[in-house]
């Protein structure tokens, strides 16, 4: 019989991944670009499925949601709660992120709730009538 057993992810692999999701949150897009120059995934998810794209819009750093959206982050992918980038940065009032993203194709019809319902939710009708125009 052979031993199936999933392999264990190596040390190494989630120590840099620990290093590419602080630097989402910090907003460090220098960091983050020369790992994904050099074959980073630009869709790295942790294990509530929160992308770098959502962690860096969450915490307001637009230039590493622009950075990343460069090297093929999907502004659109929703975490395992339903949520958007877009969605987390109408919720967090960052209009420099929020703009990065629409930039960057976001849908503000994706998830749930959607960028659109959370704006709704929250009395932001400039944004509700921004993203009901797209």
Do not use: W
């Not at 692999?13 to 995934?41: E, N, Q, S, T």
Request: glycine share 10%.
């Amino acid at each position: 019989m052979t031993d199936s057993a999933p392999q264990q992810p190596d040390a190494g692999v989630i120590a840099l991944a620990g290093k590419l999701f602080d630097a989402a949150r910090a907003g460090d897009h220098a960091l983050l670009a020369a790992y994904l120059d050099a074959g980073a995934p630009a869709d790295l998810a942790n294990d509530r499925g929160d992308t770098l794209v959502m962690l860096a819009a969450y915490h307001g750093h637009a230039e590493s949601v622009r950075t990343l959206i460069a090297h093929g982050a999907d502004p659109d992918r929703v975490n395992d709660r339903g949520q958007t980038p877009l969605a987390g940065a109408v919720f967090k009032g960052e209009p420099a992120v929020i703009d990065a993203l629409l930039a960057g194709g976001a849908d503000p019809q994706a998830g749930t709730p959607s960028a659109l319902d959370t704006a709704r939710m929250f009395g932001k009708e400039d944004l509700a009538a921004r993203f009901e125009s797209r």
